[in-house]
């Protein structure tokens, strides 16, 4: 995205983050800001927390917006307003995910119904916003869509098997939008290991502290750290499409 001299490279454009109420949609929420985005934070269950993150953002031009992974015509809703309030839509951050901890092994803990939710947050709800937002990127001729993804997508090890399938099927579905989405658009992952969010129920500080010393660079992980990643890919990696930009510390080596 090119800006002219002198300027934030965000200065008038507009970003659309779902799951922006927290973890590494707050995080990547805040960065865009700061570098001049106006930002709509989607958020699901969150509408506290999606309001008081809109309040702290600096610039103006920032609002929160409900949007469920299962709706799509929530979704649709929510992109009819970003046209109305904003004529324009650059950006689109797709964090927002579901997952709980389940043994790889325990089939039966694996249910149906865990399965579908897991699927419908982790790959429906980023197709179903891409297909809503599409439209009104497509008019900007520079616009970028930055998935979440996971590690787990390649490395098969993460909380249960339904979720290593989900991002590797964000994984895949990613490159396919990238080459039929290019070249208003632009398509790419940003692969996270373990984060410090407390994404996944029941790993704690402990947890995080000795998974980081398994890596090569034996740090932590934090949102910060996977949204200085999304605001690379939308700002410096501007030659970038149908990729993968893996922030895990080494982990998956």
């Known amino acids: 995205m090119s800006s002219n001299a002198g300027d934030r490279p965000l ?7 779902t799951g922006g109420s927290s973890g590494i949609g707050a995080a990547s929420a805040r960065l865009l800001a700061a570098e ?10 969150g509408a506290e927390r999606a309001a008081s993150l809109v309040a702290e953002l600096p610039g103006d031009g920032h609002r929160a917006a409900r949007m469920p992974a299962e709706d799509s015509a929530a979704l ?36 149906d119904e865990m399965f579908d939710r897991i699927l419908i947050s982790n790959v429906r709800g980023p197709f ?8 009104l990127m497509r008019e900007t001729g520079d616009a970028v ?27 895949t579905m990613s490159m396919s939008l990238a080459r039929v989405l290019g070249s208003e658009i632009r398509v ?33 992980i934090g949102p910060q750290d996977v ?15 149908g990729s993968i930009v893996v922030v895990d510390g080494g982990r998956h080596l």
């Open 128 to 135: 179903a916003t891409i297909r809503a937002l599409a439209p």
């Open 76 to 111: 649709r809703a929510v992109a009819a307003e970003v046209r109305s309030a904003y004529g324009r839509c650059d950006v689109l951050v797709n964090s927002a995910g579901f997952t709980r901890a389940i043994p790889h092994g325990d089939l039966d803990a694996l249910d």
């Open 145 to 171: 869509v930055v998935n979440v993804s996971s590690i787990a997508a390649f490395t098969a090890v993460g909380s249960n098997v339904a979720y290593c399938a989900s991002k590797a099927a964000l994984d």
């Open 36 to 45: 001049g985005a106006a930002v709509v934070v989607g958020y699901n269950a």
């Open 188 to 220: 790419v992952c940003v692969s996270p290991g373990a984060v410090d969010t407390g994404f996944v129920p029941g790993r704690d500080r402990a947890w995080q502290e000795k998974a980081a010393q398994a890596t090569p660079l034996k740090r932590i």
């Open 11 to 17: 200065d008038g454009k507009v970003a659309v983050v």
């Open 227 to 241: 949204a200085r990643a999304v605001l690379a890919c939308v700002t410096h990696l501007t030659s970038t499409t």
